[in-house]
């Protein structure tokens, strides 16, 4: 595909469901990133891979978070036990150096 | 550690007329910056880009950004707004110089163009 892809693009969980959330990034690209945007917030750093090795996870918010990218290209985020204030926008970004492209997010809705 | 304010949460201007969003950045070394666009519903689109070189650097859609190091600011403009600009805008800065780079985003402006 031309650019990145998430799925789903929409989720409605009950709290303390566990979601998954998979993104594709562009390929070829080694870098790939995931961000959380809170309604009326910028986005914010959860987790950066390269290749398939996970090299900054300072930005999970809690063990309840987890991500993986086991062969290098496509990305999962899970969350176990949703609580409301994970709702949220998670948006997936492949790229460079110096640029970061990003998929169009995967709207999480806790009910 | 790295941050972006942005100074107005919501800008208003008329189609035709010149549009200025204001971000500034704090940076223990030399950034990266970067300004992105989302429209609703829609992931960030990016706009323009300054790594290094010159500081005046021009963007799509007619936007364009001046890196000013004296004043820490990377505001955005454009001389005459059309009613298809209206979104949210999202400054953000990167270390520069490192292998990779999260990114730390202001809080957004939001742009509306009136009629």
């Known amino acids: 595909g031309a650019g990145v892809s998430q799925s789903p693009r929409y989720k409605v969980a009950k709290r303390g469901q566990d979601v998954a959330l998979r993104c594709d990034p562009i390929s070829g690209h080694v870098s790939l990133f995931w961000y959380q945007q809170a309604l009326g917030q910028g986005p914010e750093f959860l987790t950066y891979f390269q290749n398939e090795a996970q090299l900054d996870k300072s930005g999970l918010p809690s063990d309840r978070f987890f991500a993986e990218r086991p062969e290098g290209s496509v990305s999962t985020l899970k969350i176990q036990r949703t609580q409301q204030e994970d709702s949220a926008v998670y948006l997936c970004?492949?790229?460079?150096?110096?640029?970061?492209?990003f998929g169009p997010g995967t709207r999480l809705l806790v009910l | 550690a790295q941050s972006v304010t942005q100074l107005g949460s919501h800008v208003s201007v008329s189609e035709g007329a010149l549009v200025l969003l204001r971000c500034n950045y704090s940076s223990s070394v030399p950034p990266y910056l970067f300004w992105y666009v989302q429209y609703p519903n829609q992931g960030l689109q990016l706009l323009l880009k300054y790594t290094t070189g010159a500081t005046l650097v021009k963007g799509i859609n007619g936007f364009e950004a001046e890196f000013k190091k004296s004043e820490t600011s990377f505001h955005l403009t454009k001389p005459s707004a059309h009613m298809s600009d209206a979104a949210e805008y999202f400054c953000?800065?990167?270390?520069?110089?490192?292998?990779?780079?999260?990114?730390?985003f202001g809080q957004g402006t939001i742009l509306t163009v009136h009629p």
């Open positions: 970004a492949s790229g460079g150096f110096e640029t970061q492209y």
């Open positions: 953000a800065v990167k270390n520069g110089g490192t292998s990779y780079g999260k990114l730390t």
